[in-house]
Structure formats: C-alpha cells, structure tokens
C-alpha cells in the first residue's frame, strides 16, 4: 500500500479551469493527478478523445473517476472516467465510441454531443425537452428522444445513465425532486421504448451539479437540462479485450 502523502494541494488545469484541492493523498493518487495534467495541458492539445481515454482508464480507473468528477464539479466527467478500461482495449472502445457520437451528432443537432474518455456525454437543455418548471415530456421532447433512441438501439453493447440538473433557483428540496421527475420521466420513455430498462439507471443531481453560471439568466437556463452519459458495458468491454489482443505484439 502506498504510504499516505500529507499535503495541501490546489491545481488548476487548463483549458477545463478544473480546480481540485486535496488534503490527504496517496503517492498513487498524486501520479494520478500529475498525468491528468499533463493530459489537459496545452502540449497535449493534438489529442484526440480516444487517445485522452486511453491514458485516463490506465492511470485511474472507478475510485480515481469518482474523485475527479466530484471534485470537478462534474458529474458527467467523473461518471465516464471510472467507467474506463484504459489501454489499448480502452482504445478500442473509444473507436466504437467514435463513430456512434458522429452518428448522434447528425441526427440530434440541437443536442450537445461530445466524446469523454471512452463514453459519450449527450445533453438536451430545458427548451428541447421540457417546459418551465415542468417534468412531462413534450411533442418535441418525444421526437428528439425517438432519434436518441433509434441511435441507441443500434448500439446495444453500451449502458446509458440519464441525469437531471436544475438551476439554483428555488429551494434544494424542490430542484431535486424536480430533477428526480425529469430523469425518470426520461428513463420511462426510453425504456418504453425499445431501451432495455437493465441498460440505464437515472439520477436526480438538482441544483447540485451546475456546468453553467447560475448568476446570469442565461446560464440558469442551459443549467436546466437532461445528460445521458453512455459508456461500454461488461459485453463490449470483453468484445475489446479480444480485439485488443489479436492487434498486440507476439
């Protein structure tokens, strides 16, 4: 076990503007940290996804994942993170990865579609799905989650965890059942239809989770939204493994 490091640490990392603080860490964690940096830096800016997720799922992994979307303030980073293998079958998946964003990129072009690691972050704000302060999907919220899940229905080896986030405005207790609706009200159009329920899991984050300035009234309203974080499940992962090994030196 690596003995534990006793340090104050504060990090910025560009161009994310990720800043962790760290009060207790091991020599293992902080290799962690170092590599994260060096991965986001400006030298590495020629990277693609993939590549970046590679690297990531070696050094990291769940626990390390966890960590970082937390302290990020990121939940969608933190959640596709621990989700990666790593390594050359990480870069396997990342291709498939690939091509099924490209594909949702097309089809969904008033969602934002970006490649993480060896997953994929959708997100649908507010006006695409749902009305001021309300969780019942909509005629357009319908047609748009149709061609989500036509994309999805594609690619079956992948799981899909659907999140809700609220602005600041209100209370906490009603931003997060309000975020708790939105998500399964998400969930239970999905797997109604054609979405296998054991490929998603919903969560509510509320007001919790912002990726956007809760001060200007504009970023109170791309903080109103639904991601779906889709990652590599056990299936696709062992799919990788064995590709990976055909492709690897003798």
Not at 1 to 11: A, Y
Not at 32 to 51: D, E, H, P, R
Not at 125 to 152: E, H, M, P, V, Y
Not at 223 to 231: A, D, Q, T
């Amino acid at each position: 076990m690596d003995p534990p490091l006793q340090i104050d640490l504060m990090i910025k990392i560009d161009p994310q503007n990720i800043y962790i603080l760290i009060k207790i860490i091991t020599m293992k964690k902080l290799l962690v940290i170092f590599l994260m940096i060096a991965i986001f830096s400006v030298g590495c800016k020629s990277w693609n996804k993939t590549q970046k997720g590679a690297v990531i799922g070696t050094a990291t992994g769940a626990a390390a994942g966890a960590v970082i979307g937390r302290v990020a303030g990121n939940t969608a980073l933190g959640a596709i993170i621990g989700a990666t293998v790593g390594g050359v079958t990480g870069a396997v998946i990342g291709h498939k990865m690939d091509k099924q964003a490209e594909e949702m990129k097309k089809s969904m072009p008033d969602a934002q579609v970006e490649r993480v690691g060896e997953g994929i972050v959708i997100e649908f704000n507010n006006k695409i799905l749902f009305g001021f302060d309300q969780s019942d999907l909509s005629a357009t919220s319908r047609i748009n989650l149709d061609k989500l899940a036509a994309i999805l229905d594609k690619y079956p080896d992948t799981n899909i965890e659907v999140q809700g986030h609220t602005d600041s405005k209100g209370t906490t207790r009603y931003n997060q059942a309000l975020s708790d609706r939105r998500a399964s009200s998400v969930y239970g159009y999905l797997s109604g239809n054609g979405i296998a329920a054991s490929r998603l899991t919903m969560k509510g984050f509320g007001e919790m989770a912002p990726k956007y300035d809760n001060a200007t009234v504009d970023g109170q309203t791309q903080n109103r939204r639904v991601e779906f974080l889709v990652s590599a499940n056990e299936k696709m992962k062992a799919d990788a493994a064995k590709e990976a090994e055909k492709t690897a030196p003798k």
